[in-house]
């Protein structure tokens, strides 16, 4: 905890004061969670754990285990769980150009910049999210269930991050790996690059690790790829969506007119995909975060032979500087270079 509040001091007395408010909140979200950590071991000793939870959390160490045989890094994450008293431990905002698929970035000392922001507070994310609508931001305001300090600290397990179903293990599964790879490997400035292979990796290997924990027809297995085969056609969606709204902006098509035929897109998009609430194009951007890169992934790990650690030794050859400029929205060339 010393080593947490010196770094966060280091970084009070480099911003302004528009941002010290964000890592004051960051600081007192990570404080709370250390607080409230119970090492897994006593909370599966403990008569009281409900047999679901005690179910998941007894899956905690095969992941882990799991993770570090496909190349992760090991780490002491995940020995701990938190009891968190809300249905996402993080709220993140997102803003977008209304007539561009450009993101709003945020940068700061030490960790870089990023085209998100999350905070603890729900309230201190809406008024973030309302300031931008003010000024003329697309926003969109979601709640995670985790986050990586980027190996920086211990990661507990967050009682967001275990669901309900017969799909629970198999999302407990791909979002232990999803940060785990964000804590062995994190190029600062690249969110699109960052996210997307931690999607990869993720989406890869929980199958494989379901299949071999429980069979291919068992219930864990063909929930949860019944649970990512409907992903995938929203995915589908959005993806078409994306790319129809950027040839409508690079069009000659007047503002106005441009606005009309973008809220006809998302509406169409909404519909289709079933999607809950407002949707635009900073919906669309985290989408495009999230969902970049998999093809060049695919094929690099395809030159690799289907090795993985020699996939992760190629991957890690990447540099900050290998990025022709910072938050590089579609970072195929520079996976690509990395074929074995």
């Known amino acids: 905890m010393r080593i947490y509040l010196a770094i966060l001091g280091l970084m009070l007395t480099q911003v302004g004061c528009s941002s ?18 119970r090492p897994i071991e006593d909370v599966l000793k403990d008569e009281r754990t409900p047999p679901h939870l ?3 959390l007894h899956e905690v160490a095969g992941i882990k285990a799991y993770a570090e045989s496909i190349g992760l890094k090991p780490t002491s994450n995940y020995q701990e769980y938190v009891q968190w008293d809300d249905d996402a431990v993080v709220w993140v905002v997102t803003a977008s150009h209304r007539l561009r698929l450009e993101p709003k970035l945020w940068s700061f000392p030490v960790v870089g910049s990023f085209n998100y922001l999350g905070w603890f507070s729900k309230d201190d994310a809406k008024v ?3 300031q931008l609508e003010a000024e003329g931001w697309d926003v969109y ?17 967050i009682s967001t991050m275990l669901g309900g179903g017969e799909a629970a293990i198999g999302d407990l599964v791909n979002v232990l790996i999803h940060e785990s790879v964000h804590a062995s490997f994190y190029i600062p400035n690249q969110s699109v690059f960052n996210e997307s292979i931690a999607d990869f990796v993720a989406d890869q290997w929980t199958p494989k690790y379901l299949e071999k924990q429980f069979g291919n027809d068992s219930t864990e297995t063909t929930q949860y790829l019944k649970r990512e085969k409907a992903g995938e056609l929203r ?5 078409a969506a994306y790319q129809e709204l950027t040839k409508l902006y690079e069009s000659d098509m007047p503002d106005e007119a441009k606005l009309k035929n973008k809220e006809k897109v998302l509406e169409t998009l909404k519909t289709a995909a079933e999607w809950k609430g407002s949707i635009n194009n900073a919906t669309l951007i985290q989408f495009k975060t999230y969902g970049s890169g998999r093809v060049e992934f695919r094929e690099v790990f395809d030159s ?37």
């Open 54 to 56: 005690r179910r998941l």
């Open 304 to 340: 690799c032979k289907g090795d993985w650690r020699l996939f992760w030794s190629k991957i890690r050859e990447l540099r900050e500087e290998d990025f022709s400029a910072p938050q590089l929205e579609d970072p195929h060339e520079v996976i690509l270079r990395k074929k074995c």
């Open 141 to 157: 305001l979601r709640g995670a269930s985790a986050f990586s300090t980027l190996g920086w600290f211990k990661d507990p397990v």
């Open 235 to 239: 995915g589908e969606l959005f993806r």
């Open 128 to 130: 973030l999210a309302e």
């Open 20 to 37: 010290l408010h964000f890592f004051w909140q960051a600081g007192m979200g990570q404080m709370k969670l250390v607080n409230r950590a």
